[in-house]
Structures are given as C-alpha cells and as structure tokens.
C-alpha cells in the first residue's frame, strides 16, 4: 500500500514519516505517524490546509487533543485523501509557537484563528494561549464588535475550551442581542456563522449530516466529505451507495481501490462494497489483489468474472495464489464448469507446489473439491502415489512424471530404469530430454552419447 512519505526536517535530519490513523472532529484532522527516529508525531490540519507537525504527546483533559481522541472519528490513513491535504513526499518543518501563531493570523480572520490556535492547546503554553484569546476579547469588545467576540465565545464554547472561563467572558449584558442569534435553529444560522454550524452539525451528526455535507460541498472540501462518508460507512456498512457514489464522484479508479483496500478488513466479507471492488481491480490489472479479495470475501461472481479469475490463474507457470490454502467451497464455485482449465491451471502449478507440499497432500486437496467432472490430474496424482515405491513402474512412473512437467522426478525415475536395463534405448531417451528441460546440456550430452554408442 502507498505511503505519503512525508519527511520532517529537524536541522540537519530528515526524518521519513509513515502515517497511521486520521482523527476528524469538526474542522480539523490530526493524523499521528511513526518516524524513522522511532518516535511518534502529530500533525494538525484545518480544513484542507496543514497547521503543524508535533511530537506525539498525552491527550490531557480539557485539551482539544483529549476531545479529538474521544469524541473525533477514527479512520486508518487514506493515502488518497491525506495527499491532497499534504501532497507526497513533501518536506516539512515543526514551526515553533510563535512563528505558528502569526503564520495562522496571516491566514484566517481574528475569530478563526483564535479558534485554530487553540486546537495546539495540547503544546501551545497553556497561559501564552489565555492571555492571547483573553486580549483578542478585549479588542474585539474596545472595538465595538461585540457580535464578533460572542462569536469567537461560541465557537470555543463548541470546541470544549476552557468552558468555566470562556462563559464568563461572555456573560456580559451587553452581549444579549449577539447571544440572540445563536438562538436561531442551526439551519437558520447556516449563512450567518457556517464555522459555528459546522462544529455543531458534527456534535448532532446523526441529525445533521446532510447539513454537514452541503457545508463541504459549497466550501470544496470534497475529501472531507470523501472521509466523512466512510467513516458513517464503517460504523454502519450494510449500503455503500452513499459512500460509492461520492467516490465515484471525486476520484479516480486507483484512487478508490487505495481507499476500499485500506477499509476493507473493517467492512463484513459479506459486504456488497467487495463486489465492487472486485471490479475495480479487475479493470485495473490488479490480479493477485482481485484473487486475494475473492477467496477472502463471499463473493456472488458473474460469468465473465469467473472467467477473469480462471484467467489470472492460467496466465502464468508460477503460482500467483496458494490454492491449497482456499476453502474448498469457494475454489469450487470458481472454476465449476471448467475442469478442463482448472487442470490445465493444476498440471501447471504442480512443479511449484511439490516444493511445500506432497502427493498425497495434493491428493487430498483435489478430493475435497466439489467438482461434477472427473479431474485426470487426480487420477494421474493417485497412480504416482501408488507407483512410487514399486521398482517394477518405475518407467511409467517416468513417463506420467514427464507428462506432468515434473522433470525432476523424471530423471531419478529414468535414471533408475538405465541402472537396471542400461541396454534399454527408450529409459535412456527420455533421461536425455528430461536433461534438456532442465537446462543440463553436460547431462543431455552424456545421455546422447550413450545413445549413439549403443547404435552403432
């Protein structure tokens, strides 16, 4: 699975990054990663853009770290997503907080900065950060703008800072018209405040997740709304179509085979979702994907998937899926009504899979297939178990060997008929191509030389 190989720059050391987990509560994401130190980081976004990377530290109460880690959703990274937040293999620096704190004033208006400041409350000194909201409602207040800093109240009051001490600042009388507005249903003050609708459609998801999702769409934060639809997806997956429809929507085929491949041990193998991924990386070329989903999941296939799967199977002379290793059932159902290519697919996968297995573990593998047809690998399997040990078909044993493709096998059985009856042509003849298809032209030579004595 991809990386976004992020690398973090500390002086004179890049430290790679790998990604683990996505947090989303509210407006924010942090998604915490392991370095190539060993230790383990947190970075910080809001919205679509990226704030900071910290050390990893313990989410202490009353922090927005703490309510992230309780109240936020949990997904595994999405490489897709976090890539468009912060693309690939881009080079980052842990700002310091002072640098950190004017570069968010540069970017946001005084009540939303404040509110994205004081998301880092978990690193940010604690009295640099209530001394800097404590003066910002002092200059909202001696400016007159008492809507504004209600407003930057409410919106802390949302995120769970310091509840006690950000009602006191907004207790005052003279913020009765602004504590007025907030009043309105939530709908209501969808134009007036969308920030402060935003966090609270995500407190009352179960209520205003369309509210939350046409918020995304008019701000075009498509992978919030990408990654808030899989996350209700995860917590009730019986109907992908919500989930399908806005990955169809926004991203590439790839891409959606990335996010449902990093889902899908989290979703029931009886999901309809797998059906659809089976597609996906069908249309893609992703053959041992598409062969490892299928035996993975209980999968309804069509006709032309069935054949798809055979395909991949046939393709190639080396095993590219341990068929021993499937439930029967479910290799059944794969090639019923073709026995022929599934023997053709078995007498190829033959040579590799007696490097791990027996006969008679092949034996017992093809026995337990429910398959109408007669396999003639079976039969030819049964008859080597059974003349294995006998001296007297030993040239059979040769021969059925040969056929098979098991050329190994074939040289110790004709090397034993021309011990016995070195003045046998045939034995000596197959000894001799067997050689070649090993590639052992020494061998072969010798083999042809015997040959040519014995005629003349």
């Known amino acids: 699975m991809k990386k976004a190989g992020w690398i973090l720059q500390v002086k004179k050391d890049e430290i790679s990054l790998q990604e683990k987990e996505i947090f989303l509560y509210q407006q924010s994401k942090v998604v915490t990663a392991v370095g190539s130190d060993q230790n383990k980081y947190l970075l910080f976004f809001y919205k679509n853009r990226f704030l900071n990377i910290i050390p990893s530290t313990s989410a202490k109460k009353s922090t927005f770290l703490y309510?992230?880690?309780?109240?936020?959703?949990?997904?595994?990274?999405?490489?897709?997503?976090?890539?468009k937040w912060l693309p690939a293999h881009t080079k980052i620096k842990s700002l310091p907080a002072q640098p950190f704190i004017q570069k968010i004033k540069d970017h946001y208006s005084l009540e939303e900065a404040i509110l994205v400041?004081?998301?880092?409350?978990c690193w940010l000194d604690a009295s640099l950060l209530k001394q800097l909201i404590h003066d910002t409602?002092?200059?909202?207040?001696?400016?007159?703008?008492l809507q504004a800093a209600y407003r930057l109240g409410m919106l802390l009051d949302a995120r769970s800072f310091q509840k006690d001490w950000v009602h006191s600042l907004i207790s005052q009388p003279d913020y009765k018209n602004a504590a007025q507005i907030y009043q309105k249903p939530l709908e209501s003050l969808y134009n007036d405040d969308p920030i402060f609708v935003e966090q609270k459609s995500y407190l009352l998801l179960s209520k205003y997740d369309s509210l939350l999702f046409k918020l995304y769409e008019e701000q075009h934060r498509t992978n919030d709304s990408i990654l808030l639809h899989t996350i209700l997806f995860l917590e009730n997956p019986t109907n992908p179509k919500d989930l399908l429809q806005a990955l169809t929507k926004h991203l590439n085929k790839m891409e959606i085979v990335m996010i449902l491949l990093t889902i899908k041990k989290r979703i029931p193998t009886s999901s309809t979702l797998h059906s659809e991924l089976l597609r996906y990386?069908?249309?893609l070329g992703e053959e041992k994907q598409a062969l490892k989903l299928y035996f993975a999941s209980q999968l309804e296939l069509d006709l032309i998937e069935k054949e798809k799967l055979l395909a991949i199977l046939e393709e190639t002379d080396?095993?590219?899926?341990?068929l021993l290793l499937v439930e029967p059932d479910k290799l059944s159902y794969l090639i019923s009504g073709s026995p022929r290519k599934f023997q053709a697919i078995v007498e190829k996968y033959l040579p590799s899979y007696l490097n791990k297995y027996s006969l008679e573990d092949i034996h017992d593998w093809l026995g337990k297939l429910s398959i109408k047809e007669p396999l003639p690998?079976?039969?030819n399997i049964a008859k080597m178990i059974e003349w294995s040990d006998n001296p007297e078909k030993q040239l059979d044993l040769g021969h059925l060997s040969y056929q098979l493709k098991l050329y190994d096998k074939a040289v110790e059985c004709f090397s034993w008929e021309v011990e016995l009856n070195p003045e046998n042509k045939e034995p000596l003849s197959w000894l001799m191509k067997s050689y070649q298809h090993l590639g052992k032209k020494e061998e072969a030579k010798w083999c042809n030389k015997l040959l040519l004595e014995q005629r003349s």
């Not at 992230?68 to 490489?79: D, E, F, N, S, T």
């Not at 400041?117 to 409350?121: A, E, K, N, R, W």
């Not at 409602?137 to 703008?145: E, I």
């Not at 080396?318 to 341990?322: A, S, T, V």
């Open 67 to 83: 309510e992230i880690k309780k109240h936020g959703k949990r997904v595994p990274a999405l490489y897709p997503l976090l890539t």
């Open 117 to 121: 400041i004081s998301q880092l409350d």
């Open 137 to 145: 409602f002092l200059q909202l207040r001696r400016g007159g703008k």
């Open 281 to 283: 990386l069908l249309q």
């Open 318 to 322: 080396h095993p590219k899926y341990d």
């Open 377 to 379: 690998i079976k039969n």
